[in-house]
T-cell receptor
Framework: AQSVTQLGSHVSVSEGALVLLRCNYSSSVPPYLFWYVQYPNQGLQLLLKYTSAATLVKGINGFEAEFKKSETSFHLTKPSAHMSDAAEYFCATLNSNSGYALNFGKGTSLLVTP | GAVVSQHPSRVICKSGTSVKIECRSLDFQATTMFWYRQFPKQSLMLMATSNEGSKATYEQGVEKDKFLINHASLTLSTLTVTSAHPEDSSFYIC?????????????FGEGSRLTVL
């Protein structure tokens, strides 16, 4: 089954610094990949998704992710972190065995320091 | 984008009582809805998939008699936690899909935090 692994449960960056959140996927077929953000006690908001079109995907709030088949990766980046980016980030892939629900990674908590 | 609304956002109940959580798609018809459970500081775990007009499909390890899911219309799915116990305390999130197949267009509700005393 398709799955994703997020490396690093916590990432801390300074305001204005590059944000890099890592996600690797495991799939025998071309995957659909997603990044979601979750603020405390809230649902999930879609940042961006990869659906086998362009390998560089641009999302909301200045985030982007690059699909690299050779590395089975879909890392999320943002050139300059804002304080408001502090949240939990989840990488996910479609689970074709469960009616196309999402399989989520364990999440990465992003802390942005002044 | 499409809106999915959950109600209530927070609920506190006594052990042994039942709690119903509603998930509504406000501006589209949701052919499929998913229910997830999230423990503190952890990821979302899929509990069940429900399709309008049919029985829900539960993931392995999820008690279908405890977590009753009803998807009676294209805009409403409900999750009822029956005879709730403290270990059922969690954040429950629904998501809805209005598109067929694998386009991956899922919209999430705001979540419902259940606390069982």
């Amino acid at each position: 089954a398709q799955s994703v692994t997020q490396l690093g449960s916590h990432v801390s960056v300074s305001e204005g610094a590059l944000v890099l959140l890592r996600c690797n996927y495991s799939s025998s077929v071309p995957p659909y990949l997603f990044w979601y953000v979750q603020y405390p006690n809230q649902g999930l908001q879609l940042l961006l998704k990869y659906t086998s079109a362009a390998t560089l995907v641009k999302g909301i709030n200045g985030f982007e992710a690059e699909f690299k088949k050779s590395e089975t990766s879909f890392h999320l980046t943002k050139p300059s972190a804002h304080m408001s980016d502090a949240a939990e980030y989840f990488c996910a892939t479609l689970n074709s065995n469960s009616g196309y629900a999402l399989n989520f990674g364990k999440g990465t908590s992003l802390l942005v320091t002044p | 984008g499409a809106v999915v609304s959950q109600h209530p956002s927070r609920v506190i109940c006594k052990s042994g009582t039942s709690v119903k959580i509603e998930c509504r798609s406000l501006d589209f018809q949701a052919t499929t809805m998913f229910w997830y459970r999230q423990f503190p500081k952890q990821s979302l775990m899929l509990m069940a998939t429900s399709n309008e007009g049919s029985k829900a499909t539960y993931e392995q390890g999820v008690e279908k008699d405890k977590f009753l899911i009803n998807h009676a219309s294209l805009t409403l799915s409900t999750l009822t936690v029956t005879s709730a116990h403290p270990e059922d305390s969690s954040f429950y999130i629904c998501s809805a899909s209005g598109l067929a197949g694998n386009t991956g267009e899922l919209f999430f509700g705001e979540g419902s935090r259940l606390t069982v005393l």
